[in-house]
């Protein structure tokens, strides 16, 4: 009997646990918290920008077929839809190339062969992650925008308690939220501007924006975190090549070596005989 059954389970569980790629898993979770925080923050963000826009600046949705702002806020939310989709399945399949490009495999079922379709692979999801890098910057850039035009709105709700005398006036036409010709101009001293300061709507919506540019810089982070991962991957794959064709090749010559010597000893016994 085994004096200790739990010990095999043990060691099986510290192997599997030591064949985990720790550093892809690090930026599978960096990842999915920024992709979470920036599709969640930002879509509730938008629907708190619809509120605003028609509670506060009588901003009026137009016909169906017609490209407002509100479309445009409709169409950012089914592009957020999609990011959470892709990027959910991507951090997936770069966390599978994680396990088969460490050790992990390795280590489990013993020595492995490196392909050329390994190697591919690797070189494209370097590139792929690269792409999507410069994707986030953008992202990052774009996001910052609604954050600067909340900032200055909350800026004049907390100048206009402050300065007496002073008209300050809040135009969505300064951003191109609505056309030149519509008026949609709310200025300190009625009572919409003070409605709107006061609201849960202006504050939460500020700061779900932000919240929505941290996911995004946290996103950006994490590609940067995969490009160091899937480089030094893509070194130990080609370093992996090298030493096999290293021992194939020495494999190949002990062998002929070992043929060599066994066909001179059958001459020189033939040659005794």
């Known amino acids: 009997p085994d004096p200790c059954p739990m010990c095999g389970c043990l060691e099986c569980c510290i192997k599997c646990l030591g064949g985990i790629p720790y550093p892809s898993l690090i930026a599978t979770i960096l990842l999915y918290a920024g992709v979470a925080l920036f599709c969640g923050c930002g879509h509730e963000a938008l629907s708190g920008t619809v509120t605003i826009l028609q509670n506060y600046f009588e901003v009026v949705r137009g016909p169906v077929d017609s490209l ?40 489990l079922y ?24 410069l994707a986030w910057l953008g992202v990052t850039a774009f996001t910052s925008l609604p954050v600067f035009i909340y900032f200055n709105i909350w800026t004049i709700c907390q100048n206009a308690t402050i300065l007496e005398g002073v008209t300050l006036c809040l135009d969505p ?44 810089g946290a996103a950006v982070i994490a590609m940067i975190h995969y490009l160091m991962v899937l480089s030094a991957n893509w070194a130990y794959v080609k370093d992996a ?10 494999s190949k010559e002990e062998q002929e070596l070992h043929d060599i010597h066994s066909t001179r000893s059958k001459e020189r016994l033939n040659a005794y005989t």
């Open 68 to 107: 407002d702002v509100f479309t445009m806020i409709d169409i950012i939310k089914y592009v957020i839809y999609g990011i959470a989709s892709a990027f959910f399945v991507y951090g997936i399949l770069l966390m599978v190339e994680g396990f088969f490009t460490s050790g992990a495999i390795k280590d």
């Open 110 to 133: 013993g020595d492995f062969k490196i392909t050329t379709c390994g190697r591919c692979v690797s070189a494209w999801f370097i590139m792929l992650t690269y792409i999507f890098m």
């Open 173 to 216: 036409r300064q951003y191109g939220i609505v056309p030149i010709g519509e008026g949609k101009t709310v200025c300190t001293g009625s009572d919409k501007f003070y409605k709107m300061c006061e609201s849960n709507e202006l504050d939460m919506t500020f700061h779900l924006f932000v919240c929505s540019l941290a996911g995004a």
């Open 241 to 250: 090549c090298r030493m096999q064709k290293y021992e194939d090749t020495k």
